[in-house]
T-cell receptor, first 111, second 115 residues
Framework: GQQLNQSPQSMFIQEGEDVSMNCTSSSIFNTWLWYKQDPGEGPVLLIALYKAGELTSNGRLTAQFGITRKDSFLNISASIPSDVGIYFCAGQLYSNYQLIWGAGTKLIIKP | DTAVSQTPKYLVTQMGNDKSIKCEQNLGHDTMYWYKQDSKKFLKIMFSYNNKELIINETVPNRFSPKSPDKAHLNLHINSLELGDSAVYFC??????????????FGQGTRLTVV
């Protein structure tokens, strides 16, 4: 099946650093979603984006729907220990409304 | 109250057995999904049901059979379990609204270990 290109695959950062991750595709999307998965839990929605160019914040998290409708990024400012986890992007395809997923970005915060 | 609940949370079973995982959502959504997350944490959709009808069936062995008795339930039955079936299985639900899927809500997952 189709898959989004999500990068980086993993990040090792110091507490307090800013984090940036993105998802790209050759397909056009009408929705972008960013999820976080904690160990032993299901993914939980962080931010939903519905319009090209839309920039949305949720606390220290900011995500943008790319103007070409083929990409999205998620930024986390001033990371804290509870930010560790796996972040997934998901996009709903414009062509058939199917939701497809990135492979995830694993965020690890160095003590 | 849990929006999407699946049971059991852990399931350890022997190869060749048949097992079921149950999922219920109380969000009033009309679309439900089963995802498989392997050891590399990649989320792969297996099935999608809209109003009890199958709309997505990715390449999944026919040993896996979803059953949706009503809009709020989507159960997953697996026959003749194999070692490679070991994974975490997530149920999710969303609402199809004018052709757009709202964000999916996930259950806590069922960790299946086949020994």
């Amino acid at each position: 099946g189709q898959q989004l290109n999500q990068s980086p695959q993993s990040m090792f950062i110091q507490e307090g650093e800013d984090v940036s991750m993105n998802c790209t595709s050759s397909s056009i999307f009408n929705t972008w979603l960013w999820y976080k998965q904690d160990p032993g839990e299901g993914p939980v929605l962080l931010i939903a984006l519905y319009k090209a160019g839309e920039l949305t914040s949720n606390g220290r998290l900011t995500a943008q729907f790319g103007i070409t409708r083929k990409d999205s990024f998620l930024n986390i400012s001033a990371s804290i220990p509870s930010d560790v986890g796996i972040y997934f992007c998901a996009g709903q395809l414009y062509s058939n409304y199917q939701l497809i997923w990135g492979a995830g970005t694993k965020l690890i915060i160095k003590p | 109250d849990t929006a999407v609940s699946q049971t059991p949370k852990y399931l350890v079973t022997q190869m060749g057995n048949d097992k079921s995982i149950k999922c219920e959502q109380n969000l009033g959504h009309d679309t439900m999904y089963w995802y498989k997350q392997d050891s590399k944490k990649f989320l792969k959709i297996m099935f999608s049901y809209n109003n009890k009808e199958l709309i997505i069936n990715e390449t999944v062995p026919n040993r896996f059979s979803p059953k949706s008795p009503d809009k709020a339930h989507l159960n997953l039955h697996i026959n003749s379990l194999e070692l490679g079936d070991s994974a975490v299985y997530f149920c999710a639900s969303s609402q199809l609204d004018g052709g757009f899927n709202t964000e999916a809500f996930f259950g806590q997952g069922t960790r299946l270990t086949v020994v």
